[in-house]
């Protein structure tokens, strides 16, 4: 037999259950949305915009850490970080990345895209190079180990030396 109390402890439970937040689903979707607008928009321009991404992804990776969307999500909010000139942002994406997730598909990803941040954006040589080998030594066979072992070949060297030795090595190709 069913009482007003067992009716009403099935009510607040529904209540809180209903409470707990957006479904996973329902987070993708958001997310989803935002970034059909960011193809639309120019973040760089629209803080708000990017700023919303972050905060949607951040809080998807926080509530759902074991799903292999966090990883992705990282690395997305990663660029977009960079994107925006939050360098040290994005740093820490990846590292997150490659602390929490180190065997997922985007591991390798996020080690060579903190190398090119090092590289490119905080003329970091040191640091960069020490993450570009690191990423020829763990993944060996991953597709983007050549542009590692290129981008380690002229780390620190003038543009224009790099420049010249790239048209001398497309003449002597012909």
Do not use: W
């Not at 915009?49 to 990663?78: G, H, M, Q, T």
């Amino acid at each position: 037999m069913i009482t007003k109390g067992k009716i009403l402890i099935i009510g607040i439970a529904a209540v809180i259950i209903a409470g707990c937040g957006p479904s996973k689903n329902k987070s993708n979707k958001k997310i989803m949305l935002l970034e059909e607008k960011m193809k639309k928009s120019d973040i760089r321009k629209d803080k708000q915009l990017a700023n919303d991404y972050i905060v949607a992804c951040e809080d998807y990776c926080r509530r759902f850490p074991d799903d292999s969307l966090s990883p992705r999500y990282l690395f997305k909010l990663a660029v977009v970080s960079v994107t925006i000139g939050n360098i040290q942002g994005g740093i820490e994406f990846l590292d997150q990345i490659c602390k929490k997730y180190p065997d997922s598909p985007k591991a390798p990803d996020a080690l060579l895209q903190k190398a090119i941040i090092y590289d490119l954006h905080l003329n970091n040589i040191k640091t960069a190079g020490a993450l570009y080998r690191e990423f020829i030594e763990k993944y060996p066979n991953d597709i983007n180990v050549g542009v590692a072992k290129d981008a380690l070949s002229v780390l620190g060297k003038d543009p224009e030396e790099v420049l010249r030795s790239f048209k001398k090595d497309s003449n002597s190709v012909k």
